[in-house]
């Protein structure tokens, strides 16, 4: 029924792309463009373009914290993911979801060691799966015929905020399944970030059979 999910994000070595980003905060609004790379399991940095063109800066996200340079390259701000000191952020990356791997769209569900499995339904061919963990109740929704979860959606027990990812737009990029479209929302502050990505290149690993 599950693809090994980590096997895909195992096989990756370099994701580039070019994409959209949409920000809807109590804070700040607004839609700017963005070149992104991302080195799986090391860091992932996006290049933010001005609406009307010109460079306006990069953000660059590790697994547990992220900086912004200028368009100088002068940097600017050090935060962790939940304290990103970036107006409109903050809250939006809280959570188990690490970012690097959020960005290319292959969430997988959480190792047996740090979640316990409560329930499993089939909803609209889909697969739906809750567990938990000792600083959160989650739940994904795993489509067979791409071999992807579609959606995931997580309750932090200790401040009660509710985060949604959806995942859409799946494309085979070599071999691989990946979503144009990744948005995550904070229904209850208002909260929304989507990246959607206009195209994505991707570089493997070799296997021993494309060696010899």
């Known amino acids: 029924m599950y693809r090994n999910i980590q096997h895909d994000i195992d096989a990756l070595t370099d994701y580039t792309g070019s994409a959209t980003l949409t920000l809807d905060t109590p804070e700040q609004s607004g839609r700017i ?30 697994q547990d914290y ?42 997988n569900l959480p190792e047996q060691a740090t979640a316990t499995l409560t329930g499993d339904t089939l909803q609209d061919r889909q697969w739906v799966l809750h567990y938990d963990t000792p600083g959160s109740r989650q739940t994904y929704w795993y489509d067979p015929e791409v071999g992807r979860i579609t959606k995931y959606t997580e309750e932090q027990k200790a401040t009660g905020t509710v985060t949604e990812i959806e995942l859409s737009g799946f494309i085979e990029v070599d071999g691989i399944n990946l979503p144009r479209s990744i948005k995550v929302v904070q229904p209850v502050e208002k909260r929304m970030l989507s990246v959607y990505y206009h195209d994505i290149s991707i570089q493997k690993r070799k296997s021993r059979t494309d060696a010899s």
């Not at 992104?36 to 996006?46: L, Y």
């Open 66 to 107: 992220l900086l912004f340079f200028d368009a100088g390259g002068n940097l600017q701000y050090v935060g962790t993911t939940d304290q990103t000191g970036i107006p409109g952020l903050p809250v939006l990356f809280s959570g188990d979801q690490n970012m690097v791997v959020l960005l290319t769209g292959l969430l």
């Open 33 to 62: 463009g963005g070149e992104v790379r991302i080195t799986p399991r090391k860091k992932a940095t996006i290049k933010i373009q001005h609406p009307f063109g010109g460079y306006l800066g990069t953000l660059e996200f590790k």
